[in-house]
T-cell receptor
Framework: DAGVTQSPTHLIKTRGQQVTLRCSPKSGHDTVSWYQQALGQGPQFIFQ???????QRGNFPDRFSGHQFPNYSSELNVNALLLGDSALYLC???????????FGPGTRLTVT | AQSVTQLGSHVSVSEGALVLLRCNYSSSVPPYLFWYVQYPNQGLQLLLKYTSAATLVKGINGFEAEFKKSETSFHLTKPSAHMSDAAEYFCAVSDRMGGGNKLTFGTGTQLKVEL
């Protein structure tokens, strides 16, 4: 049973550029959440997708956007990258009727 | 808004000693609480969860946690630490407002296990 997968593993971008991160949920899961984890901190909730719609959103600017596809996979897009966007981006999946979220290994984004 | 506070950003124990990692929560509704572990350069792994059933919750790798409403606490314990337990541990509370299950995490506790 495949767990949550994310791609790419690492990414280096320049300020002002745009980036897309991808996530495939655990088999059978229909809800995908994205978190940002800055160095030395706990993960911060960005948003959650269910039935291809954004259901909840954290305190992140509109530069952060996402999408969920019919197969439940998801993308996180960040526009106009800032140095402060450098972080580990974690994807988590769950079933709507349960609360355990299962996390992927993350994508390490470095903005220079 | 829901929140969790983890007391002690770094905890050091000897191998074989008791592990106690502290977490206090704040919630206006009955909370769902979780402990996750993160090894270096990896994602988060669920250790255990409390979802309003038994107050003493057993998880993987010998860890357990007790929900104490009167103290608004959900501390993580393990009777005997092993070198492989060295990692960062996060307590989290679930916000099920609007049908979602957003997690709010604490700042983490780095556990060091010494010989």
């Amino acid at each position: 049973d495949a767990g949550v997968t994310q791609s790419p593993t690492h990414l280096i971008k320049t300020r002002g550029q745009q980036v897309t991160l991808r996530c495939s949920p655990k088999s059978g899961h229909d809800t995908v959440s994205w978190y940002q984890q800055a160095l030395g901190q706990g993960p911060q909730f960005i948003f959650q997708y269910y039935e291809e719609e954004e259901r909840q959103r954290g305190n992140f600017p509109d530069r952060f956007s996402g999408h969920q596809f019919p197969n439940y996979s998801s993308e996180l897009n960040v526009n106009a990258l800032l140095l402060g966007d450098s972080a580990l981006y974690l994807c988590a999946s769950s079933l709507t009727s349960y609360n355990e979220q299962y996390f992927g290994p993350g994508t390490r984004l470095t903005v220079t | 808004a829901q929140s969790v506070t983890q007391l002690g950003s770094h905890v050091s124990v000897s191998e074989g000693a008791l592990v106690l990692l502290r977490c206090n929560y704040s919630s206006s509704v009955p909370p769902y609480l979780f402990w996750y572990v993160q090894y270096p350069n990896q994602g988060l792994q669920l250790l255990l969860k409390y979802t309003s059933a038994a107050t003493l919750v057993k998880g993987i790798n010998g860890f357990e946690a007790e929900f104490k409403k009167s103290e608004t606490s959900f501390h993580l314990t393990k009777p005997s630490a092993h070198m492989s337990d060295a990692a960062e541990y996060f307590c989290a509370v679930s916000d099920r407002m609007g049908g979602g299950n957003k997690l709010t995490f604490g700042t983490g506790t780095q556990l060091k296990v010494e010989l």
